[in-house]
């Protein structure tokens, strides 16, 4: 069942940030509080679509977020009995031995460890992990169009405050409103149709696009060509 509570929660979470240094500031307190009560590896994953989205609207490469954010959730898993494997792991050697282990008996030890080495991860990564993401052209071919429903989360707010007017991947052309066209850089209302041009890989990724910004849409793809128009044999509609 896909909810997009995720991809609500980092939308909001990484909204008008630019550097790494800025998705940092904000990930780390909220994933590792996380990371401590749930798996780490689940966690860093669900990260990936938004670290990947940030890549390709600000040209963030997704190893400095990712790789940081991932040594931040083992450093904040430590702190509880349930947040690593290795602590479970611990606490059952110890019950053989009759020691009882609590789900905070880690903490005077991990959670110190653990403020230090958030500080040194937010000062250190962005020097560590330099470089800017490749740029690599895409050609694209494809015509995406995007109806919005009502309850869309990007109804009131403008394309690029959300990160859908360009990317490497697609670009807004226009937005039809009552069957007038206009420019892409219009405030989103409910009811319109957002007409993208797209590469044939974020096109057929449309759907998770669609969940993420887009609630309750239908996505329709058309190839576009210079002499004839060809309908894709796909329509999918997503439900969040």
């Not at 996380?34 to 989205?53: C, F, G, R």
């Not at 690593?84 to 991990?110: C, E, Q, R």
């Not at 500080?119 to 050609?139: D, N």
């Not at 995007?146 to 052309?173: F, H, N």
Request: proline share 5%; net charge positive.
């Amino acid at each position: 069942m896909h909810t997009g509570i995720v991809a609500r929660a980092t939308s909001r979470l990484l909204a008008q940030v630019t550097t790494a240094g800025e998705a940092l500031g904000r990930l780390i307190v909220p994933v590792g509080i996380a990371s401590a009560l749930i798996n780490t590896t689940s966690l860093v994953a669900m990260l990936i679509p938004a670290s990947k989205q940030l890549e390709q609207t600000h040209r963030v490469p997704a190893r400095r977020v990712l790789l940081p954010i991932a040594h931040a959730t083992t450093l904040a898993g430590s702190v509880t009995l349930i947040g690593t494997s290795s602590n479970l792991l611990i606490a059952g050697i110890a019950s053989d031995a009759d020691v009882k282990v609590s789900m905070l008996s880690f903490a005077p030890v991990a959670l110190p460890v653990c403020l230090v080495g958030w500080v040194l991860l937010r000062l250190a990564s962005p020097r560590m992990l330099s470089g800017e993401a490749p740029a690599v052209p895409a050609a694209m071919h494809w015509r995406v169009e995007l109806p919005i429903a009502a309850g869309a989360i990007s109804v009131g707010k403008r394309p690029a405050d959300i990160g859908i007017e360009r990317t490497q991947e697609y670009a807004l052309d226009a937005i039809v409103r009552d069957d007038a066209t206009l420019p892409s850089t219009q405030t989103i209302a409910a009811g319109d149709l957002l007409v993208f041009s797209a590469s044939p890989a974020s096109a057929h990724s449309g759907k998770a696009r669609a969940s993420a910004c887009c609630r309750n849409v239908s996505t329709r793809f058309q190839w576009m060509s210079a002499s004839t128009v060809h309908c894709a044999t796909s329509r999918t509609t997503t439900s969040t």
